[in-house]
Structure formats: structure tokens, C-alpha cells
């Protein structure tokens, strides 16, 4: 079996989601396609992609649920992305008896060595977050890699090292940084937000963070926006308004 390092990541590079403002466009899913299938796990293969029964390899898959409060009956639609979280207890490479399953010492990223993969799947059952993806083609297991061939490429420039997925969010919902400094600019984000992890009685130590929906603001029945425009009627002379319309009309 694979083991973990021995020292803690210098840093622990990863995500932060924005539950408010993510509207499920699906660009950072197709950006992520984009960039990977030719780059550190390439290739992204898909099964069947213009026919019924569409399969594939996707790192970043979105999903919507609809929350309702118990207390008042409202409800809100929160759009959930997901992908591989690179836990600091990662599973996925305890488990692996190859040892293509592994996480790095620089900066916590899990990657697989689609090398000496064999395809047993005993990473995917070991990730409590469904965040593995087994490629039926290749033979071999893949997953987020967080663009590692993408934010340390010194040809790019410095605000374009991020991951796809980020640098393509239209709505800014998405983060990439050193979340295990706690004076990075997205350490402090999280603590203002109350960021938490995902399903952390799972003991896994996710590193990706997701910020929470913020309450939604109730308007009183006064202050509703009503269903059509009242008009005040100020003349005197007893005719309506459609009335004095076709007057004015009549008489030009």
C-alpha cells in the first residue's frame, strides 16, 4: 500500500467554491475538459458523447439540489460542484497496492501515475466523496489534478497560474490558493465567510473549502414588488383614461 507523506505538505494548495454565487453555468466542467484532455492525465475520454447513454471522464461535475427550510417552507436551489478535495488523510492512496495513487510533499496535490495504474478501483471505493473517475478506455483511474501542468508553467503568466476551472468562472465563485497559510488571501476568505468542509466526520481532512449560501433576505408584504402598476387617476372631469387617450388622439 501507498503512504502518505511523511512531513506535512510545505503547502496545502486547493480550492474554495462559493455556494452563494455558483449558478451551474457548467464552464468550469468544460474548461476543465478542455485544458486536461490534453494535458498531466490526458486523455479525458468520453464514451458515447452525441448518443443516448453519454459517458466520459469529467474531473469537475456540478450539481443542484433544492434546500428547504423546515421552519418557514422556503426553498433555494444550491448548485454543488465537486471534485477530487486532496485530503491530507487521503484514502484514495492508503489504499492504492501500487502506489499510483499518491500525494505530494511540495504542495499536498493527490495525483495518480496513470503508469503503473492497474484499474482495481479500490481508490474509488476508499473516496467517501465520489471524486474519482475511472476511465473505461484507458484502463486507468483519474482525477483532479488541480492543472498542476497549468499553475507552475512559468510561461504563462503569474494571474494565469491558476486552474482552469478558476480562471474561467464568470461569476468570480471559485479560488485557488495555500490554505495552509493562514494569512493568504484565501485563508482569510474562508475564515470571513465561515467556509467548512465537506463531510468532515468522514476523517479525511479535505483541503477544499466551500463557502456557505447566505441567507436569503424576505421582504415584508408591504414591501413586495406588486403583480401589476396601480395608476392614480387625478382628473376631475369624470372621463377615464383610456377615454381622454382616444380623445386626444381623435382631436390631432
Same mark, same amino acid.
Given at each position: 500500500?501507498?503512504?502518505?507523506?511523511?512531513?506535512?505538505?510545505?503547502?496545502?494548495?486547493?480550492?474554495?467554491?462559493?455556494?452563494?454565487?455558483?449558478?451551474?453555468?457548467?464552464?468550469?466542467?468544460?474548461?476543465?475538459?478542455?485544458?486536461?484532455?490534453?494535458?498531466?492525465?490526458?486523455?479525458?475520454?468520453?464514451?458515447?458523447?452525441?448518443?443516448?447513454?453519454?459517458?466520459?471522464?469529467?474531473?469537475?461535475?456540478?450539481?443542484?439540489?433544492?434546500?428547504?427550510?423546515?421552519?418557514?417552507?422556503?426553498?433555494?436551489?444550491?448548485?454543488?460542484?465537486?471534485?477530487?478535495?486532496?485530503?491530507?488523510?487521503?484514502? !484514495?492512496?492508503?489504499? /492504492? @497496492?501500487? +502506489? *499510483?495513487?499518491?500525494?505530494? #510533499?511540495?504542495? $499536498?496535490?493527490?495525483?495518480?501515475?496513470?503508469?503503473?495504474?492497474?484499474?482495481?478501483?479500490? !481508490?474509488?471505493?476508499? /473516496? @467517501?466523496? +465520489? *471524486?474519482?473517475?475511472?476511465? #473505461?478506455?484507458? $484502463?486507468?483511474?483519474?482525477?483532479?489534478?488541480?492543472?498542476?501542468?497549468?499553475?507552475?508553467?512559468?510561461?504563462?503568466?503569474?494571474?494565469?497560474?491558476?486552474?482552469?476551472?478558476?480562471?474561467?468562472?464568470?461569476?468570480?465563485?471559485?479560488?485557488?490558493?495555500?490554505?495552509?497559510?493562514?494569512?493568504?488571501?484565501?485563508?482569510?476568505?474562508?475564515?470571513?465567510?465561515?467556509?467548512?468542509?465537506?463531510?468532515?466526520?468522514?476523517?479525511?481532512?479535505?483541503?477544499?473549502?466551500?463557502?456557505?449560501?447566505?441567507?436569503?433576505?424576505?421582504?415584508?408584504?408591504?414591501?413586495?414588488?406588486?403583480?401589476?402598476?396601480?395608476?392614480?387617476?387625478?382628473?376631475?372631469?369624470?372621463?377615464?383614461?383610456?377615454?381622454?387617450?382616444?380623445?386626444?388622439?381623435?382631436?390631432?
Amino acid at each position: 500500500m501507498t503512504s502518505l507523506p511523511r512531513k506535512s505538505p510545505r503547502q496545502k494548495l486547493g480550492l474554495v467554491i462559493d455556494l452563494d454565487i455558483c449558478v451551474a453555468c457548467q464552464a468550469c466542467a468544460v474548461n476543465c475538459k478542455e485544458w486536461n484532455t490534453s494535458g498531466h492525465s490526458a486523455p479525458l475520454t468520453d464514451m458515447n458523447p452525441y448518443g443516448k447513454g453519454q459517458n466520459g471522464v469529467w474531473y469537475n461535475r456540478i450539481h443542484s439540489f433544492e434546500a428547504v427550510d423546515v421552519k418557514t417552507g422556503d426553498s433555494q436551489t444550491i448548485n454543488f460542484p465537486k471534485s477530487c478535495l486532496h485530503c491530507e488523510d487521503a484514502p !484514495c492512496v492508503t489504499v /492504492c @497496492p501500487t +502506489g *499510483a495513487s499518491y500525494k505530494r #510533499e511540495e504542495d $499536498g496535490i493527490v495525483l495518480v501515475n496513470g503508469d503503473i495504474c492497474i484499474g482495481c478501483k479500490l !481508490c474509488s471505493w476508499a /473516496c @467517501p466523496y +465520489g *471524486a474519482r473517475e475511472y476511465d #473505461e478506455t484507458e $484502463g486507468v483511474m483519474k482525477k483532479c489534478t488541480l492543472c498542476v501542468d497549468k499553475i507552475y508553467n512559468e510561461t504563462l503568466s503569474p494571474s494565469s497560474r491558476v486552474p482552469a476551472c478558476v480562471s474561467t468562472c464568470p461569476v468570480g465563485a471559485r479560488h485557488f490558493g495555500d490554505l495552509g497559510d493562514p494569512h493568504s488571501e484565501i485563508s482569510r476568505l474562508v475564515e470571513a465567510r465561515r467556509g467548512f468542509a465537506l463531510m468532515p466526520e468522514q476523517g479525511t481532512s479535505p483541503v477544499n473549502r466551500y463557502l456557505p449560501p447566505r441567507p436569503k433576505q424576505h421582504q415584508k408584504p408591504k414591501e413586495q414588488t406588486p403583480r401589476m402598476l396601480e395608476h392614480k387617476d387625478d382628473s376631475t372631469d369624470g372621463a377615464g383614461l383610456l377615454a381622454r387617450w382616444v380623445d386626444k388622439v381623435l382631436s390631432a
